[in-house]
């Protein structure tokens, strides 16, 4: 088991660039072009090495996955972008959604009356 004490446990954060750009494309199964096309389109931005080579999160890799699926439907890049963070930013209101639902669903547990005006 990996703690803060122990240096592997960045390696289960989703946003530690812990992967090279060859172990990158093998995993999504493209080639490091497509990754290096990205990079200069400004849809993904890996992190650099200290010797400038590019390094990919999980997180960064599942935003390629997406673009990747979406281009691969026809979409060209810009509009892929588009569709990526309409869909972040619909999952991010839905989880608020859900979240002040059960922020409610709470209060009247608490205080049922308040829930009831009539109190019945």
């Not at 990079?39 to 599942?62: E, I, K, N, T």
Request: charged share 25%.
């Amino acid at each position: 088991m990996t703690g803060p004490g122990d240096p592997l446990h960045r390696l289960d954060d989703p946003d530690f660039p812990a992967l090279t750009m060859s172990q990158a494309a093998e995993l999504l199964g493209v080639q490091a072009a497509f990754l290096r096309s990205l990079d200069a389109s400004g849809a993904l931005q890996p992190s650099r090495s200290a010797g400038g080579h590019r390094r990919y999160s999980r997180s960064q890799l599942g935003l390629a996955a997406r673009l990747r699926g979406l281009l691969d439907d026809g979409h060209p890049l810009a509009s892929a972008e588009a569709i990526v963070d309409l869909q972040d930013q619909l999952a991010d209101a839905r989880a608020d959604a859900d979240r002040l639902r059960a922020d409610v669903a709470s209060l009247r547990t608490r205080n049922p009356l308040r829930g009831n005006p009539r109190g019945v």
